[in-house]
Nanobody, 115 residues
Framework: QVPLVESGGGLVQPGGSLRLSCTSS????????IGWFRHAPGKEREGVSC???????YYSDSVKGRFTISRDNAKTTVYLQMNSLKPEDTAVYYC?????????WGQGTQVTVSS
């Protein structure tokens, strides 16, 4: 059983929206800081957004004002709402759950922004 699974990726036109989900299996996410990262071909992995255990949120300058990170009340899913998508947002998106020395990665979901 995969402990952390991303979903919601796909192909979208520039200016469109997607909502990514990061869902845990076998544990709740509330004690963890959850980060969304992306990795595009030929580029280094980039931190996109994070929500800590207290609900504080952080965004990279490249997505600020367009992306929103949130947790669900059931404490097993963290969402990344992505609006006004641009071709440069194309990448594999990964979520990470971190607490102390624990770091759990999902397998990634592809987001492609193209007309």
């Amino acid at each position: 059983q995969v402990p952390l699974v991303e979903s919601g990726g796909g192909l979208v036109q520039p200016g469109g929206s997607l909502r990514l989900s990061c869902t845990s299996s076998g544990f709740t996410l509330d004690p963890y800081a959850i980060g969304w990262f992306r990795h595009a071909p030929g580029k280094e992995r980039e931190g996109v957004s994070c929500i800590d255990a207290y609900g504080r949120t952080y965004y990279s300058d490249s997505v600020k004002g367009r992306f929103t990170i949130s947790r669900d009340n059931a404490k097993t899913t963290v969402y990344l709402q992505m609006n006004s998508l641009k071709p440069e947002d194309t990448a594999v998106y990964y979520c990470n759950a971190a607490s102390g020395r624990v770091s759990i990665w999902g397998q990634g979901t592809q987001v492609t922004v193209s007309s």
